[in-house]
């Protein structure tokens, strides 16, 4: 059995940063970590960022300049580098990754921007 686990929300101020981790456990080398996606409430679940091994990456248009995913191989983990967070960046943040022909998730974590 697999795990993502999200670690790195919290509260932070309009104009900070954060770093959100991503971590896989239990058959860890079997997991690939696919990227981040963001739910704020009453709103659909939505692609933050991805990235594949070869380095090509994806980002929101909302994020663009302010984000930037990557990832540590050896330890099988994918962070968000979150720069200039906005009060509209506020969401529930998970991982995604892909497993055995399934997509799997984290719990999520919370990331709460103040004004």
């Known amino acids: 059995q697999v795990h993502l686990v999200e670690s790195g929300g919290g509260l932070v101020q309009a104009g900070g940063s954060l770093r959100l981790s991503c971590a896989a456990s239990g058959s860890a080398a079997s997991i690939y970590i696919v990227g981040w996606y963001r739910q704020a409430p009453g709103k659909q679940r939505e692609l933050v960022a991805s990235?594949?091994?070869?380095?090509?990456?994806n980002y929101a248009d909302s994020v663009k300049g302010r984000f930037t995913i990557n990832r540590d191989n050896a330890k099988n983990t994918v962070y968000l580098q979150m720069n200039s967070v906005k009060p509209e960046d506020t969401a529930v943040y998970y991982c995604?990754?892909?497993?055995?022909?399934?997509?799997?998730w984290g719990q999520g974590t919370q990331v709460t921007v103040s004004s």
């Open positions: 995604k990754g892909a497993y055995s022909g399934t997509y799997v």
């Open positions: 990235s594949t091994g070869g380095g090509f990456t």
